[in-house]
């Protein structure tokens, strides 16, 4: 099983809608959890970090469920800009260890 | 916030030659680097994790004779694509982990072509 499983998508959405994307991870004593942005030909960039209380920036929410292994990451007010890759990282601990999400890919439409 | 710096951003060699790709931590001293690749519409691949002043710790499958990496500072780890052929063409990238914060950064990556 991998340690971290996420749809690939890809995910069409209009303009304005609302988009989730989960995430699930094998491993229950990972401690850190990540929601990365990639552009096309560009870096993953840090896009937020999954609290246990979750956490908001914006139109952009991430959550975390421990009894069921998994982490979202919900769009609100889809705009064209957020046409991206998003990737899930899970660490297991506090040392370097990071599993990756094959990533999920978003296109936003007119 | 911590900035992750990779060069060359582009670089064309040919078919049998070397190729050098640096990775550096510009703001923080990072123990442990990870290099990527990723080809075309594909996810990230870890190809091994460089820790400072040992050896790096390679994924399976990747030749660790081909892809040399070199982590001889807390702030730069290298990455030598030995013998390039075509099909090692891809998107190289870094990233570096802060010690104490549990937070990866990534470089800007590196797009080799091997002609």
């Known amino acids: 099983r991998k340690e971290v499983e996420q749809d690939p998508g890809p995910f069409n959405v209009p303009e304005g809608a609302t988009v989730a994307f989960n995430c699930t991870y094998s491993?229950?004593?990972?401690?850190?959890f990540f929601w990365y942005r990639q552009d096309c030909r560009k870096e993953p960039k840090l896009l937020m970090s999954?609290?246990?209380s979750g956490n908001e920036d914006g139109r952009f929410t991430a959550q975390l469920n421990r009894a069921s292994q998994y982490i979202s990451l919900l769009i609100r007010d889809s705009k064209l800009s957020d046409s991206a890759t998003y990737l899930c990282?899970?660490?297991?601990?506090?040392?370097?260890?990071?599993?990756f999400g094959t990533g999920t890919s978003l296109t936003v439409i007119p | 916030g911590a900035v992750v710096s990779q060069h060359p951003s582009w670089v064309i060699c040919k078919s049998g030659t070397s190729v050098k790709i640096e990775c550096r931590s510009l703001?923080?001293?990072?123990?442990?680097m990870f290099w990527y690749r990723q080809f075309p519409k594909q996810s990230l691949m870890l190809m091994a994790t460089?820790?400072?002043?040992?050896?790096?710790?390679?994924e399976q499958g990747v030749e660790k004779d081909k892809f040399l990496i070199n982590h001889a500072s807390l702030t730069l780890s290298t990455l030598t694509v030995t013998s390039a052929h075509p099909e090692d063409s891809s998107f190289y990238i870094c990233?570096?982990?802060?010690?104490?914060?549990?937070?990866?950064?990534f470089g800007e990556g590196s797009w080799l072509t091997v002609v």
């Open positions: 990233s570096a982990s802060q010690f104490s914060g549990n937070t990866i950064y």
């Open positions: 491993n229950s004593a990972s401690q850190s």
């Open positions: 999954v609290y246990s």
């Open positions: 990282v899970v660490s297991p601990n506090t040392g370097n260890q990071f599993y």
């Open positions: 703001d923080f001293q990072a123990t442990t």
């Open positions: 460089s820790n400072e002043g040992s050896k790096a710790t390679y």
